[in-house]
């Protein structure tokens, strides 16, 4: 079976400091890894992905994720937060067990404080 | 915690008819709905937001007489493809936002509909 955990519900971060979210996963087969964020009254939006090249994924707006097998984690990164990252963030995992299945982790909201 | 139950998982139907996917958030109401599809090893595709009571705003692209969207009432919000073809076959899925307001809301995802035309 197919899992995602979102370790954090809630993570609040000063402007200008690092932010990490937390993404933890399992899957028995080889996943295919997204970041998304949405905002309020928005669709959701791709950060980034990870399916099978580098380890080591760049995103937009200065985000940026580390796929580690041995560690079944997948965490957003981003050296220095902007008030404007304030939102929920999504880990999503898909894999194709001879039919295709898309998991959703529970979202972590960011807060940025001034 | 809030549920949002689609409907069906899954569904084969024939080229050149219809299916229609519900999405019912069961303990929370619904005032806005997004239904998004994707393909193997692609990202998720908004198709188009809906507000209970009113039209749903389609994303560029997506033919809004072939994926008719319906949002009744607070707790049902239905996706029909039209005249379905082998090339809608993919996977739709509908995430629904939560009538909090400030940063009390909250999204919730259906658990997807695997659509194949044949």
């Known amino acids: 079976a197919q899992s995602v955990t979102q370790l954090d519900s809630h993570v609040s971060v000063s402007e200008g400091t690092p932010v990490l979210l937390r993404c933890n996963y399992s899957s028995s087969y080889s996943p295919s890894l997204f970041w998304y964020v949405q905002h309020p009254n928005k669709g959701l939006q791709l950060l980034l992905k990870y399916t099978s090249a580098a380890t080591l994924v760049k995103g937009i707006n200065g985000f940026e994720a580390e796929f580690k097998k041995s560690e079944t984690s997948f965490h957003l990164t981003k050296p220095s937060a902007h008030m404007s990252d304030a939102a929920e963030y999504f880990c999503?995992?898909?894999?194709?067990?001879?039919?295709?299945?898309?998991?959703f982790g529970a979202g972590t909201r960011l807060f940025v404080k001034a | 915690g809030a549920v949002v139950s689609q409907h069906p998982s899954r569904v084969i139907c024939k080229s050149g008819t219809s299916v229609k996917i519900e999405c019912r958030s069961l303990?929370?109401?619904?005032?806005?709905m997004f239904w998004y599809r994707q393909f193997p090893k692609q990202s998720l595709m908004l198709m188009a937001t809906s507000n209970e009571g009113s039209k749903a705003t389609y994303e560029q692209g997506v033919e809004k007489d072939k994926f008719l969207i319906n949002h009744a009432s607070l707790t049902l919000s239905t996706l029909t493809v039209t005249s379905a073809h082998p090339e809608d076959s993919s996977f739709y899925i509908c995430s629904a936002r939560d009538g909090g307001t400030g940063i009390n809301y909250g999204y919730t995802f259906g658990s997807g509909t695997r659509l194949t035309v044949v």
């Open positions: 303990d929370f109401q619904a005032t806005t």
């Open positions: 999503v995992v898909s894999v194709d067990t001879g039919g295709f299945k898309t998991i």
